[in-house]
């Protein structure tokens, strides 16, 4: 019965892995116009939240190519833990699991990006990614202990008092 949450869980892991070689698959031009679009909305914010605040766009915009970095490995590794946790992995070697797989995918997106005109791959991209996914690890961790806590006390919870 279970299975297809199984599969489910596995092909959303797959896709974002997908949607990841995909993006870093664009040619550096094309790179540049998509994070310039989400530069300038985060600019345009920005500027009307805040509009005494100088910010230079280059600013902006390295914090913008960065953050993709990190919460797309955030993501990367919620799918993968789901997925090897649905797959009956539990504790810390499911967490590790679920590390190694997000690092390791981090690695062979900048080693890929070797080979797309004008983009590179960068050691530091592979740190940023990876502390993505430990953060992503250790929300999805404690979201899932305060779940289960909840849970129990809803259970242990006695009537009339």
Do not use: C
Not at 26 to 31: G, L, P
Not at 36 to 54: D, F, K, L, S
Not at 116 to 127: A, F, I, N, Y
């Amino acid at each position: 019965m279970m299975h297809y949450k199984i599969f489910i869980s596995w092909a959303l892991v797959i896709s974002w892995m997908a949607l990841i070689f995909y993006l870093s698959a664009q040619h550096a031009e094309r790179s540049a116009d998509l994070s310039g679009g989400i530069t300038e909305w985060v600019n345009e914010v920005i500027e009307n939240v805040a509009p005494a605040a100088e910010f230079q766009i280059d600013e902006i915009s390295f914090f913008v190519r960065k953050n993709a970095h990190f919460f797309a490995y955030m993501l990367l590794s919620i799918l993968t833990l789901n997925a090897v946790r649905r797959s009956g992995g539990r504790g810390l070697v499911s967490m590790v699991v679920a590390l190694v797989i997000s690092v390791l995918y981090a690695i062979s997106d900048e080693v890929h990006q070797l080979f797309v005109p004008g983009r590179s791959g960068q050691v530091s991209d592979v740190l940023l990614d990876s502390a993505g996914a430990l953060v992503g690890i250790l929300l999805y961790t404690l979201t899932s202990r305060l779940v289960v806590k909840r849970k129990y006390a809803s259970r242990t919870v006695q009537p009339g008092k």
